[in-house]
């Protein structure tokens, strides 16, 4: 007489010890990475400064990077004063102007937040939301040459 085995490879790894799969539901926001929660935060705070600076913004490019890369462009290349931080630290952002290409093709400005540097010196979620929308706010307000509180009042 043969004993039949009862199914485990829904519930179990394949060594029999634990759980096989997800965790937590799709749909759950811990199902997310900390990278796509980030990029939610870039995304909304974009979003809500397009609303009011439509024409300004169009064709800008807004980007999201783990950490700058000191091969992103040359000193010629950036605005002055995009760096966020002056003092010689990690920047939190870069900003760089719309340009011709060496092909001569044109190339959008473009707004690079730098994901790992801002987490960092965030101290929770709230923190780090609040941190990214001052991020963006400043460098919009570097890309327009107006004031950062030009850009968005409530800041």
Known sequence: MSRSRPDRSRSRDRRGRGLRGRLVPQTVPLARSRA?????????????????????????E?????????TTASPDELVHGSD??????????????????????????????????LEIRARDRSDL????????????AVLLGRDPEDIDPGQ
């Open 36 to 60: 796509a929660q980030f990029d939610d935060l870039v995304l909304d705070t974009v979003e809500d400064l397009e609303l009011r600076w439509q024409r300004e913004l169009d064709g800008v």
């Open 62 to 70: 807004f980007a999201v990077e783990d950490v700058p890369y000191l």
């Open 84 to 117: 966020v931080l002056e003092d010689g630290n990690v920047p939190l952002a870069r900003l760089l102007p719309a340009r011709l290409s060496e092909s001569g093709h044109r190339l959008p400005a473009r707004i690079v937040l730098y994901r790992r540097p």
């Open 129 to 140: 939301a609040d941190l990214v929308h001052e991020v963006v706010v400043d460098q919009v």
